[in-house]
């Protein structure tokens, strides 16, 4: 953090003597409050923020780059890397898109699967956040609950596609291999034990009157400018925005489960904290009711098999998810080689820290934190 004084100076003949002096505060680009190398640049009058620049690019790796010079194999290894909290989630764009120009069908139960996964993945990032949001405002306890229930959804994500953040478990046409025997059991137990552990977490936090002192009525999200800067995920359903993909234009399993929407109507830190503690609530269930479905499926293929060389036929699609943090979409164009020739991904977290100069404009210094942490961002995903 570092501090830059301006001063400013009448000239001509309306010049005064008196001068006016603007404080510019730097935060970053490394600082414990952001998830990643982030840089704000504050323009301070008084204890209130004037203005507020986000300075992107301290991780830019220029992945859309990266995607043209390789293949749909490699893609799905890159992709799951730029928001490395829902690394699952990241690849089910790539496969999805690529699935649709090839036409290709994918098994009944690489779909229940890749649903179940899916789930489990967005429990893991919401799990990160309900953790580690509480630690940057002063509460240290949180994150040791948080990472105990992580680390039992771990396990079990380690088991099946032996990776614990980049799992790398997708396949254009299902996935890498079967599940284990006995993991559906397995994983069953694991979910019943996080969902038993959850009111812990809750009471902790927001039964805590110090947490809801610095985060009710604090850093408020209007629907308006949610829809005008194409925020998404939890962050905007905390401000009434009544949209989820998987129950407004299902993919994978989704339409046939009944996917409640967590929303609230106050668009301030709190309401963006509880919305992610109850959406996290939903993914159990929801990956009970996949686990249910797996449990009753007669054995199955769960890919398609795929020629040594796999070339995408001409053509372009857009495919897009409903991330752990927003939507996620990738523009696939291909002339017809095994690379393809564009592949542009739209992100959450970049769309979503574009209105924190509106959002900070106004705000006490020392709310900045509590108002930057509840954007539930990943930087990796806005440098990508």
Not at 133 to 151: H, K, N, V
Not at 156 to 182: A, C, I, Q, T, W
Not at 221 to 240: D, F, N, W
């Amino acid at each position: 953090m570092s501090i830059m004084e301006t001063r400013t100076v009448g000239i001509g003949a309306g010049a005064r003597e008196l001068a006016t002096e603007d404080m510019v505060l730097n935060i970053g680009p490394q600082h414990p409050s952001t998830h990643g190398v982030l840089r704000l640049r504050l323009t301070l009058d008084g204890e209130l923020i004037d203005s507020a620049e986000p300075i992107i690019g301290y991780m830019h790796r220029g992945a859309e780059k990266l995607f043209e010079v390789r293949d749909l194999r490699q893609i799905v290894v890159l992709a799951n890397r730029h928001d490395w909290l829902s690394a699952f989630a990241n690849e089910l764009g790539v496969v999805l898109a690529a699935e649709r120009v090839l036409g290709m069908e994918v098994p009944v139960r690489a779909v229940w699967a890749r649903t179940l996964l899916a789930e489990l993945n967005r429990v893991l990032n919401h799990l990160m956040f309900l953790g580690s949001y509480p630690l940057e405002i002063g509460a240290i306890t949180p994150m040791f609950y948080a990472f105990r229930e992580r680390e039992e959804l771990q396990r079990v994500l380690e088991e099946v596609s032996g990776g614990r953040m980049h799992y790398m478990f997708n396949r254009v046409g299902g996935l890498k291999e079967d599940l284990p025997f006995g993991w559906l059991e397995r994983t069953r137990r694991a979910v019943a034990l996080v969902r038993s552990r959850m009111p812990d977490i809750s009471d902790l936090i927001l039964g805590n009157e110090i947490f809801r002192a610095r985060t009710r009525g604090v850093g408020v999200l209007t629907r308006e400018q949610i829809l005008q800067y194409g925020v998404s995920g939890p962050i905007a359903r905390a401000s009434g925005v009544d949209f989820d993909l998987r129950r407004d234009e299902p993919y994978l399993a989704y339409g046939e489960l009944d996917v409640p929407v967590v929303t609230r109507s106050e668009g301030d830190c709190l309401a963006r904290f509880e919305c992610l503690h109850d959406q996290a609530l939903v993914s159990l269930d929801l990956a009970d009711a996949c686990l249910d479905r797996l449990a009753d499926l007669p054995p199955g293929p769960i890919n398609q098999r795929l020629p040594k060389i796999l070339k995408i036929p001409v053509g372009h699609t857009y495919a897009w998810t409903e991330n752990p943090l927003g939507l996620n979409g990738y523009y696939l164009v291909s002339r017809g080689e095994k690379t393809p020739w564009r592949l542009k991904l739209r992100s959450a977290s970049y769309n979503n820290v574009q209105v924190l100069p509106e959002m900070l404009k106004g705000q006490l210094v020392a709310d900045m934190v509590a108002i930057l942490g509840s954007m539930f961002f990943v930087v990796g995903d806005i440098d990508k």
